[in-house]
């Protein structure tokens, strides 16, 4: 059973860009989460979503930040016109139903230019 | 407002020795504690968790001492190895399935 998958592991943009960060979760799990992880910090909860349904963004920043995970395919975290502050380890987590252990994937690394 | 306070930030510890990870909260409503270990590159792993009817687990290794009245729970590494050498982050989960983080504890045992 393969973990979950993000990619890419590494991203490189430039000021203005957009960027687009994939998570395929585990097999058989249904909800991914989104966390945002800057050097020398722990990890800070941005997004909570079901398949096709946003449980709860009350992480996510207002503006540029969205989120999806439609029924088919990977869950997508999009940053429009990137800045060098969103430069940071971005981790996607699954877990079969609510309430149960997240299993992490191996982080994607934005740097903004 | 960070919700779970951990520390020490840093950790240096011989190897043979205990090392010990303290992490607090305030919300009252949190009801599961996970602790994850993180390798540089890597995505954090679940080490071992614990839920507030319970005042410790052990896992191999790893206990977690939970103190429900103080609202304190903490990690202690029994018998610590340099391949133990990683970051330990504690968490807590509310009730709507958010988890929230503390800042980490960077492991490095010394052989």
């Known amino acids: 059973n393969a973990g979950v998958m993000q990619n890419p592991r590494h991203l490189v943009r430039r000021r203005g860009q957009e960027a687009r960060l994939r998570c395929s979760p585990m097999?058989?799990?249904?909800?991914v989460y989104w966390y945002r992880q800057l050097p020398e910090e722990g990890l800070k909860f941005m997004v909570y979503l079901q398949k096709e349904n946003i449980i709860d963004e009350s992480g996510m920043p207002k503006e540029r930040f969205s989120a999806e995970f439609p029924k088919e395919g990977p869950s997508i975290l999009r940053i429009q016109q990137v800045v060098r502050g969103d430069s940071a380890a971005y981790f996607c987590a699954s877990s079969p139903v609510t309430r149960r252990e997240q299993f992490f994937g191996p982080g994607t690394r934005l740097t903004v230019l | 407002q960070q919700q779970v306070k951990q520390s020490p930030q840093s950790l240096i510890v011989q190897k043979g020795g205990i090392s010990i990870i303290n992490c607090a909260y305030e919300?009252?409503?949190?009801?599961?504690f996970p602790w994850y270990q993180q390798f540089p590159g890597k995505g954090p792993a679940l080490l071992i968790a614990?839920?507030?009817?319970?005042s410790e687990k052990k896992e191999g290794r790893f206990t977690i001492s939970f103190n429900k009245s103080a609202k304190q729970f903490s990690l202690h590494i029994m018998d610590s190895q340099p391949g133990d050498s990683a970051t330990y982050f504690c968490?807590?989960?509310?009730?709507?399935?958010?988890?929230?983080f503390g800042t980490g504890t960077s492991l490095t045992v010394i052989p």
């Open positions: 968490a807590a989960r509310n009730t709507g399935n958010q988890f929230y």
């Open positions: 919300n009252t409503a949190f009801d599961y």
């Open positions: 614990i839920r507030p009817d319970v």
């Open positions: 097999k058989g799990h249904s909800h």
